[in-house]
Structure formats: structure tokens, C-alpha cells
């Protein structure tokens, strides 16, 4: 149960000292969900030497967060990119840095954010996992394994 007691207020506490004892409990059983990051999958290219990207939903903890990198284990080299419609033509920027508020859930996705991940060996074959590595502001860093699919594969359910 997250009640906190309420003794305080019966012993008469003036309103300010009720109040801090009264959010002790709550803050001890709140139990913060912490960061996680789930629906991590990578889609090879549809032509071999081109790049993959990765997808993932990363859900903030009770402090905000700034990813700055995501990397790949399959990967030389990797950026965050954002793709934009423009005028009926779909384009992608990169992006150096996406900040996720807390207790929110940013989605990588396609149509919209990924990871590029370039300088893929182009013999490398679908089926597989890849560890991807996330880097937040501060240098505090997260990995987990992507399933790796074919291009055309529908994405992984989870
Ligand atoms: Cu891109």
C-alpha cells in the first residue's frame, strides 16, 4: 500500500511538517519506474553498402534524459536522423541530440526518428542480433540487443 500514516496530523504538526512527513512514504514506495528502452529492432537496406537504421521506444525514467548517440556493433559509424515530409518528398536532418522529459516515452520509428547505421559489412545477412549502445548526456550509457531483419520484414512485434 502507498497510504502514508497519518499520525502526524493527529499529533497536531503544524501544516508545513505534516506535509513533509506525509510525502516521506509516498516517495519510498512511489518506486520510480527507471529508464528503459524496449522495441529496439535494426532493418538492413535494401541494397547492400547502403545504410540500416534502428528503431527503439526509450521511456524516461523520473529524471529527463538526452540521448546524444546510438550506436551498433555492426555498425563503423552511426547518426541520429529525423525524417521529414517536405511537400509530398520525404527527407532526413540529422539530429545531434533529442531530450526525452521525464516519465515520457520518445519512439524511434519509421517515417520518422532513427538510428543510420553506416559502414555495414554488405555480406552481413539478416536473422541476427545486434548490441546497440545508447549514450546520454553525461556519458551514462544503456545497451540492448536488436533483432537485425531484412528490408522488406515487417517490423518486430513486442
Ligand atoms: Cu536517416
Not at 502526524?8 to 527507471?34: M, N, T, V
Not at 559502414?119 to 540492448?144: E, N, Q, S, V
Amino acid at each position: 500500500m502507498c497510504r502514508p500514516g497519518r499520525h502526524g496530523l493527529r499529533h497536531g504538526f503544524r501544516a508545513l511538517i505534516s506535509a513533509q512527513l506525509l510525502a516521506l512514504p509516498l516517495a519510498a514506495c512511489g518506486e520510480p519506474e527507471p529508464m528503459r528502452i524496449d522495441h529496439v529492432w535494426v532493418r538492413l537496406p535494401a541494397v547492400p553498402g547502403r545504410p540500416a537504421a534502428a528503431y527503439f521506444d526509450l521511456h524516461a525514467g523520473p529524471a529527463p534524459q538526452t540521448l546524444v548517440a546510438v550506436s551498433a556493433d555492426i555498425a563503423l559509424r552511426s547518426e541520429m536522423h529525423e525524417s521529414k515530409s517536405e511537400s509530398g518528398v520525404m527527407t532526413m536532418a540529422a539530429i545531434p541530440r533529442v531530450t526525452i522529459p521525464a516519465k515520457t516515452t520518445i519512439r524511434f520509428e519509421p517515417g520518422g526518428r532513427h538510428a543510420m547505421l553506416f559502414g555495414i559489412d554488405p555480406g552481413y545477412k539478416p536473422g541476427g542480433k545486434t548490441m546497440l549502445t545508447f549514450t546520454f548526456a553525461g556519458g551514462t550509457r544503456m545497451t540492448a540487443n536488436a533483432p537485425v531483419i531484412a528490408a522488406g520484414d515487417p517490423a518486430p512485434k513486442d
